[in-house]
């Protein structure tokens, strides 16, 4: 009897220490907020809250991009192969430079936000083009006579399948 008693108090005694110890909160703060939209950007909705569609490495100028949809556009392009997104879809392309990771040796996370492109489809064949740049991100007002073929670039891109 008193064998089965002290076996229960060393169960619950293990039970409580892990318990205390999956409570523990670390004090350092790991969110990588240099590569957040902040308050001071003038873009009217986060990007980085919508769905991803895909994400691209470009290792000669050292940036990293990650392709966001919205309900729409991530609905349509993960049961479509083309890039007829219907009309409401908004695709936003965030770019960050690279920096090394301080936790994880030899990888790389996204360190401040290089520039966010916004294509808005209107209508069929319709779309519209937003380059936000800068720190904070500001609206570009003139931005490159060849944004359509940009435009192309941005929607061509495929649904990342992940298992």
Known sequence: MKN?????????????????????QSSENNFNESASIGKTDSLLVNPLLEKVITVTINPKRNTMSTLYGNDIAWNYI?????SNYPKGSKLYEVT?????????????????????ECVIYTGLETSSYELYKGYPLKRVVN????????IKEIASQRFAVVP
Not at 78 to 82: A, Q
Request: charged residues 20%; glycine residues 6%; aromatic residues 12%.
């Open 4 to 24: 089965i008693l002290n076996e229960n108090v060393l169960i619950i005694s293990f039970g409580l220490l892990f318990l205390l110890l999956g409570c523990n």
């Open 78 to 82: 993960s049961s479509h192969s083309d």
């Open 96 to 116: 960050w430079f690279q920096q090394s990771d301080n936790v994880w040796f030899g990888a790389n996370i996204p360190e401040k936000i290089l520039k966010v």
């Open 143 to 150: 931005i490159d006579k060849k944004y359509q073929e940009r």
